[in-house]
């Protein structure tokens, strides 16, 4: 049986960087690829990543599909 899974992932954008909170830990990226990379990771493990934002900060929804089961 196939089932999905969504992680909440936050992250603050600024010119400079890219700051990504996952579970209470912190881990900043380089401004530029940074939401294209996370997309791309996504799909890799057959995910889709649903953004949402208020102003700088952007919560994003990742689900994947659990390809074990």
């Known amino acids: 049986?196939?089932?999905?899974v969504a992680?909440?992932?936050q992250f603050?954008?600024?010119p400079?960087?890219?700051t990504i909170t996952n579970?209470?830990?912190s881990k900043h990226m380089g401004a530029f690829g940074g939401i294209e990379s996370l997309q791309e990771r996504?799909?890799?493990i057959h995910g889709q990543i649903r953004l949402s934002h208020q102003g700088s900060v952007f919560t994003?929804?990742?689900?994947?599909?659990?390809t074990k089961a």
Do not use: P, Y
Not at 1 to 4: A, E, R, V
Not at 60 to 66: G, N
């Open 1 to 4: 049986m196939k089932h999905s």
């Open 7 to 9: 992680t909440k992932i």
């Open 12 to 14: 603050e954008i600024s």
């Open 16 to 18: 400079m960087s890219i």
């Open 23 to 25: 579970n209470g830990v």
């Open 42 to 44: 996504a799909s890799k």
């Open 60 to 66: 994003a929804a990742l689900f994947w599909k659990d």
